[in-house]
T-cell receptor, first 116, second 111 residues
Framework: GNSVTQMEGPVTLSEEAFLTINCTYT??????LFWYVQYPGEGLQLLLK?????DKGSNKGFEATYRKETTSFHLEKGSVQVSDSAVYFC???????????????FGQGTILTVHP | DAGVIQSPRHEVTEMGQEVTLRCKPI?????LFWYRQTMMRGLELLIY????????DSGMPEDRFSAKMPNASFSTLKIQPSEPRDSAVYFC?????????FGPGTRLTVT
């Protein structure tokens, strides 16, 4: 079956540090890949996504590249801010979901804390 | 767009009571999902609907849980009777075109 594995947290960084949160997946074919962010007390928000190999999703200074050869979708940001403190979830939907629904499979989430 | 709307945001109830959680999806979205989030189990998909029809309820933990979607703009998740182990944050999400948008959640505490 499909699965998503994220690096274990929590991750603690100082402001302006470089961030990487690793995500690898198991799925047949070419799933769509997502990063969601959950700020304290809120629901999950879509941060970025990529739907085919070598696509790069980007938003709010965050980036992730769909790497089929390593089945990875690592999240990166060059300079984190205190306001980036949140829980980050990597997720996938099965190949062929396209414009229809594919059941989201989530990783376990990674807690990020950024100190001033 | 107002996004996915959930009510109430917080609910505290006593064991044995009936609890009803409400969700208004984003207008035009054709899928609606109910999730539960706990520290122990993370995010769990409970049930989802397509065009108001329940498609997969295999994640519903037991018969005490039921969900309805009487029209395209409203859904409910009911727990009857509630138990302390039901305490969690319940999220509703909707989607069109394969990307899900989550509501702010309902934090349920059963004492």
């Amino acid at each position: 079956g499909n699965s998503v594995t994220q690096m274990e947290g929590p991750v603690t960084l100082s402001e302006e540090a470089f961030l990487t949160i690793n995500c690898t997946y198991t799925a047949t074919g070419y799933p769509s890949l997502f990063w969601y962010v959950q700020y304290p007390g809120e629901g999950l928000q879509l941060l970025l996504k990529a739907t085919k190999a070598d696509d790069k999703g980007s938003n709010k200074g965050f980036e992730a590249t769909y790497r089929k050869e390593t089945t990875s979708f690592h999240l990166e940001k060059g300079s984190v801010q205190v306001s980036d403190s949140a829980v980050y979830f990597c997720a996938l939907t099965p190949p062929g979901s396209g414009t229809s629904y594919g059941k989201l499979t989530f990783g376990q989430g990674t807690i990020l804390t950024v100190h001033p | 767009d107002a996004g996915v709307i959930q009510s109430p945001r917080h609910e505290v109830t006593e064991m044995g009571q009936e609890v009803t959680l409400r969700c208004k999806p984003i207008s035009g979205h054709d899928y609606l999902f109910w999730y539960r989030q706990t520290m122990m189990r993370g995010l769990e998909l409970l049930i989802y609907f397509n065009n108001n029809v329940p498609i997969d309820d295999s994640g519903m933990p037991e018969d005490r849980f039921s969900a309805k979607m009487p029209n395209a703009s409203f859904s409910t998740l009911k727990i009857q009777p509630s138990e302390p182990r039901d305490s969690a944050v319940y999220f509703c999400a909707s989607s069109l075109g394969g990307t899900e948008y989550f509501g702010p959640g309902t934090r349920l505490t059963v004492t």
